[in-house]
C-alpha cells in the first residue's frame, strides 16, 4: 500500500470541523478552570509539597523539608531554587553555631499563587463533577 501524499493524509484526517463533530457531545469547560491554564511552576508535584508546606509552617529549614517531603538534597535545592527565582518562596542563609542552617518562607507572591492554584483546582473539580 503507497503512503499517502501529505495533502492526501490531511484531507484523509479531517479538518478541525470534521473532528469536532465525530467526537460527538463534549462538555465544553469554563477557560478559568480548564487544565492548560494551570501554574506550571507550582503544579509539579514536589514544587507544589513545598509551597503547601510553607502555606501551614510559618518557617521550615532545608532538612525538616527534606525528611517531610522525604525528597533528595539534590532535588529539594532545584524545586526551591526554581521557587525562589519565581518570587514565591525567601531562602534565608545563616549558622547554627559552626552549622550552615536554610530557612524558607512562604512570600505574599507565593501565598497568592498558592491560593490562585488551589481555586482553580477546586473550578477544575466543580467543572469535572458537573459535566
Known amino acids: 500500500m503507497a503512503a499517502k501524499s ?3 493524509a490531511r484531507a484523509a484526517r479531517g479538518t478541525p470541523d470534521d473532528k469536532k ?9 469554563a477557560p478559568e478552570s480548564s487544565a492548560v491554564n494551570l501554574d506550571r511552576l507550582i503544579h509539579e508535584r514536589t514544587r507544589l509539597a513545598i509551597v503547601s508546606a510553607l502555606a501551614v509552617n510559618a ?3 532545608f532538612n525538616e523539608l527534606k525528611a517531610s517531603l522525604q525528597v533528595t538534597d539534590g532535588n529539594l535545592s532545584v524545586h526551591a531554587r526554581k521557587l525562589e527565582d519565581a518570587g514565591y518562596i525567601s531562602c534565608t542563609k545563616s549558622f547554627d553555631g559552626r552549622m550552615p542552617r536554610t530557612e524558607f518562607r512562604l512570600t505574599p507572591a507565593g501565598r497568592r499563587t498558592l491560593e490562585k492554584y488551589l481555586n482553580h483546582m477546586e473550578a477544575l ?5 458537573e459535566g
Open 21 to 29: 463533530a465525530r467526537r460527538g457531545n463534549v462538555a465544553t469547560v
Open 6 to 8: 501529505g495533502s492526501a
Open 125 to 129: 473539580i466543580r467543572a469535572t463533577r
Open 59 to 61: 518557617a521550615l529549614t
